[in-house]
Structure formats: structure tokens, C-alpha cells
């Protein structure tokens, strides 16, 4: 592949997808099971709290820890372990000197 076809490309067309990821756990994002207004579960396949009967926007969560956390791309993800492995390689030289 020359330059200028490479320079034109669309990754994704190209086989190059990236998947979204959460920044806490590398895990994809599921819808949360719970209400923002006061966390009680939502009813079934609607968008109304079981507690207090009102409307609550969705949001995600990790699908792993269930935590409320940014979506990255998972190279972002797999290069912030990489960089935190590093360091802590780092840190254990520095220690054991």
C-alpha cells in the first residue's frame, strides 16, 4: 500500500477496528440495572425506577466492577497498563537500590 492509499484509508474498512472498553477494567459497558434518581433497580425493559415510579436517563457501567467510568478504546487501555506496568518495574528497581 503506497502513501497517499494509506493517508485516504478508513480503518474500520480496512480491518482496523477498535472496540470501546472501560478505563477501570478493560471490559466492555453494560447498561446499569439501577436508577440514578435513588438506586433502586429499574423495572424490567423500562426506563422507570421500582422505588419511587419515575423516568431515570440510562447510564453505563463497567460490565465487570459495575462502577460509573469513562469508555476508552482498548489500545488507550492496553497502552495505560503497559505505561502503569512500567512504572511499577520502575519503582521496585528503585526500591530494592
Known sequence: MNYDDWKLSNPIDDGNVTNMVSACCGVELT??????CCGAKVWENTDVCSRCKEHSSDYMVCGECGDTCDEIEDYEYEEQQ????EEMARDGERDES
Open 31 to 36: 447498561e446499569s440495572e439501577y436508577s440514578e
Open 82 to 85: 503497559r505505561e502503569s506496568a
